[in-house]
């Protein structure tokens, strides 16, 4: 796969940095495999990993599904 942005990766997304491989876990943070964190410059280039494993959901996607209680 080709490298993108820090920045337009979604969370959730897996992905290497200089032979490391990382989780995005937030807007400019990713965790490696040891569960440290790391903080990313959104102009950083990585290179994301294919994975045929579901996405992981956004915080939108968990509020859309909540039921309105007003």
């Not at 820090?6 to 400019?28: C, E, M, P, Q, S």
């Not at 959104?42 to 996405?55: C, G, L, N, Q, R």
Request: hydrophobic share 35%; aromatic share 10%.
């Amino acid at each position: 796969m080709s490298k993108k942005l820090f920045g337009d990766l979604t969370f959730g997304t897996r992905f290497t940095f200089y032979g490391k491989t990382y989780v995005k876990i937030a807007l400019n943070m990713a965790e490696d495999e040891k569960r440290h964190g790391h903080i990313f410059m959104t102009e950083m280039e990585v290179e994301p990993i294919e994975s045929d494993a579901p996405k992981a959901k956004t915080c939108s996607d968990l509020t859309a599904s909540q039921p309105d209680v007003n």
